[in-house]
């Protein structure tokens, strides 16, 4: 069966960092209401009167000429003052630490790069992802992100070439760079964690209860002819490795030469599936399971021959949920697991072309979207029972990226509009707004939430799927 990759889309390498915010640039005019002319309270950068008229962060007595009026303000206040001749800025550089906030992850595919955005009581702001800097024919992507309680992320950075002349092109992996990845620092190249394989991109990642962290490698190699003449006109060879991680140290746990993994879960230490694909005839389509010592191939399960498992999530080591699709992608279902039982999901009414490709889980609430069909609906279950949302203010256009589901039962989604118009949602029990975000043309391929209401595991699959 045809591996799904892309691999002669032009991923660039290259981060260029995003404007910073800033936190507001002085103009040196004394234009404050005083406390006594009964105006709102309007603060400029540079607070160069002597008059206390700051409600947020201020001193008591506001009686310097220079600005120290912000709620992230420090203990000196070393700005220049107005009459120094200096240019003003603040001393203030970090924004205000927000209780629960939400991280982006953007593939700005019309700039080439791959970028990151945090929110902040001052805006988004943009985060560095670290790359290697690789140009053409050598490309890189990002690959999955695992965000675990809002506070400690993994992924990596994935390196391939590509060549392409006169109607043939050839594409092979070449390599991939860990990042981790925790609010207070950013998103950091992990140069001690060993790589996992030789010029292997990573494709799944997954931690067990324990903390053990969980990867999938891939080496692959494509090739397209110009289609004259009899097939194959088009060749995808892989081999994957499973590793589970000792520390920093990558152990081998499953060497799988022709398969490819589409689908890993990993919902306790003594137990564990993976969905493998086979590529160019070599061997079957099988469901592994994985015992805390040893993974063993099984048949996979009655309805889902002739296809593959393209997501799970699991709530608990035996319950969960998968998403399933054909080898021509015609059919797609969503299946309840219990134990060893999976049990296909029935469509909520108003729901029946919403076919899900992912669906994220915690505690009593569920969503699921179909990121390969736009509209405007979705699965959402409260209280153990299924019912099809729709959002009023989106259109048939909107599509489904990816999504992120909050303790207190709250779903934030990234979207797109028209393909090209990023969009971001958040959803509540009975409601459901649009968040601002900065204006352009990116794919904001997914979201995560950071501090207060973050679930314990936030997942967002690699784009090469």
């Not at 699709?325 to 797609?332: K, L």
């Not at 595991?457 to 690699?462: D, G, I, L, M, R």
Request: net charge negative; hydrophobic share 40%.
């Amino acid at each position: 069966m045809k591996h799904f990759l892309l691999v002669f889309l032009f991923l660039v390498a290259g981060l260029i960092l995003a404007t910073m915010l800033s936190c507001g640039e002085p103009d040196g005019a004394q234009d404050d209401p005083s406390a006594s002319s009964g105006q709102a309270s309007a603060d400029d950068a540079a607070d160069d009167e002597v008059v206390d008229d700051d409600a947020a962060g201020d001193d008591a007595a506001d009686d310097d000429l220079t600005d120290d009026d912000s709620s992230n303000d420090d203990a000196a206040d070393d700005d220049p003052s107005a009459s120094s001749g200096l240019a003003q800025t603040d001393d203030d550089t970090s924004p205000p630490v927000m209780s629960s906030r939400l991280l982006l992850v953007i593939d700005d595919y019309n700039n080439n790069r791959i970028r990151s955005l945090i929110q902040t009581e001052s805006g988004w702001q943009a985060l560095p992802v670290p790359q290697q800097g690789s140009s053409r024919p050598y490309w890189e992507y990002l690959g999955p992100v695992l965000m675990l309680n809002g506070s400690q992320g993994y992924s990596a950075v994935n390196a391939y070439t590509s060549t392409g002349k006169k109607g043939f092109g050839m594409g092979i992996s070449i390599g991939h760079s860990w990042l981790s990845f925790d609010p207070e620092n950013g998103w950091q190249t992990d140069k001690g964690r060993a790589p996992a394989g030789l010029k292997t991109n990573i494709t799944q990642l997954q931690t067990a209860d324990d903390g053990t962290l969980w990867a999938v490698s891939e080496k692959w190699f494509s090739e397209v002819d110009s289609g004259i003449g009899p097939g194959p006109h088009q060749w995808f060879l892989t081999h994957d490795w499973i590793f589970r991680y000792d520390g920093n140290q990558a152990v081998l746990s499953l060497d799988l030469p022709h398969k490819s993994v589409t689908a890993l879960a990993m919902p306790s230490q003594n137990s564990g599936l993976a969905w493998t694909d086979i590529n160019m005839g070599w061997g079957a389509d099988a469901l592994w399971s994985y015992d805390g010592q040893d993974w063993v191939a099984g048949a996979v399960p009655a309805g889902l021959e002739g296809g593959a498992v393209g997501w799970f999530w699991f709530t608990s080591a035996d319950h969960g949920y998968a998403t399933w699709y054909s080898s021509d992608w015609s059919v797609r279902r969503f299946y309840e697991i219990n134990g060893g039982d999976w049990t296909e999901m029935t469509a909520p009414a108003g729901c029946e072309e919403v076919r899900p490709t992912q669906g994220f889980a915690i505690d009593g609430y569920a969503i699921a979207i179909d990121t390969l069909h736009a509209s405007p609906s979705f699965w959402e279950m409260r209280d153990n029972e299924w019912q099809c949302r729709t959002l009023d203010f989106a259109s048939d256009e909107w599509e489904w990226n990816h999504a992120v589901v909050t303790t207190d039962h709250r779903a934030y989604v990234a979207m797109a509009e028209s393909s090209v118009f990023p969009k971001l949602v958040e959803i509540g029990a009975d409601s459901a707004s649009e968040i601002a975000l900065p204006e352009g043309q990116y794919f904001l391929a997914g979201v995560h939430v950071l501090g207060d209401y973050a679930p314990p595991v936030s997942y967002e699959p690699s784009r090469q799927y």
